[in-house]
């Protein structure tokens, strides 16, 4: 600190930023240019192909197959994951009412935390596992392990009709538990006060939770939407370890990031998945811009 305070912070900087810029914004550099070779991978990379890349990528059946698989996680996960954890994050913190001038929570409320954090704990690649039995398409399944011998077992993964629904589950089954945590912790921040006031005039526990709670948390909310549809592009570990055939069966569970693996390593087309990279690049940038744009609105402060 003798030389300045900005030597001192750069110098704390520069490390971290090296790392940064060198694993991750050089990956994307690196990733715009191959994406306009034909390249398998090995070797020089020589054979410049321009846009055909992307002319590929739009004949390409298994390329739209994933982007509606990713659309339809891009639709249902932060809905269905966000309205969940908003309503069990206002049971634990406000649902057991207004009780000798206090506000609080649901009885056992801080157990509850720690039980809907649990999936946080556990690696992807676990939880694909785990979730691979529980939707095993024959008797072996836990699910159809439930039923009599003599019914027809559910296909569960191994049906087109049900495969993605099956990845939906388990992707908010994972996710709640943080977003849990992470609304409780921003309904901790709006003062006890506001919600005894309204107790006072009559309100409702539904009114408390639309006219104060979701407005006192519209930023918190509208982080962990793009946080969540930045995961809906993902869903990689859950595909490739759950599913039949990687991605099957016959492609109904393809997501955009288990092409561009596939693509890379096993069909030995990493100019073709590199030009995959930038598409799902600018559609995860496009996401979250629009995203942030359309529900942005004027603070609330309690």
């Known amino acids: 600190m003798r030389h300045g305070k900005y030597p001192f912070i750069i110098g704390f900087l520069v490390v971290p930023v090296a790392i940064y810029v060198t ?12 994406s306009v ?40 996960l932060p809905i269905i994951t966000v309205v969940l954890a908003l309503v069990f994050a206002f049971l634990l913190n406000v649902g057991g009412g207004h009780k000798g001038g206090v506000t609080r929570g649901v009885w056992g409320s801080k157990v509850y935390r720690v039980i809907f954090f649990f999936p946080q704990l556990l690696a992807l690649a676990i939880v694909a596992v785990i979730f691979g039995r529980v939707f095993g398409p024959d008797k072996s399944g836990m699910l159809n392990g439930l039923f009599p011998e003599s019914w027809q077992p559910w296909l569960f993964l191994a049906d087109e009709r049900y495969a993605m629904g099956c990845i939906l589950v388990v992707l908010v089954w994972q996710a709640v538990g943080f977003y849990v945590v992470l609304f409780s912790a921003g309904m901790g921040n709006i003062p006890t006060e506001v919600y005894e006031a309204a107790a006072i005039d009559g309100a409702s526990r539904v009114t408390l939770f639309f006219r104060i709670t979701i407005p006192l948390l519209w930023n918190t909310v509208q ?28 492609g109904a569970t393809s997501v955009l990031s288990l092409m561009i693996y596939r693509n890379a390593f096993e069909f030995s087309q990493a100019g073709y998945a590199s030009a995959l990279g930038v598409v799902l690049f600018f559609l995860t940038l496009t996401f979250a811009w629009v995203t942030l744009s359309a529900t942005r609105r004027e603070s609330v402060e309690a």
């Open 37 to 76: 070779y034909e390249w398998s991978g090995l070797g020089p990379v020589e054979n410049f192909v321009g846009l055909g890349n992307f002319r590929k990528m739009f004949d390409d059946t298994t390329f739209w197959q994933s982007i509606k698989h990713n659309v339809f996680l891009l639709i249902f």
């Open 223 to 250: 982080v962990a939407w793009v946080y969540l549809g930045i995961a809906a592009f993902d869903a990689f570990a859950l595909v490739n370890i759950m599913t039949v055939d990687r991605g099957g069966p016959d």
């Open 23 to 34: 694993f991750v914004v050089w990956a994307y550099i690196q990733a715009f240019y191959l």
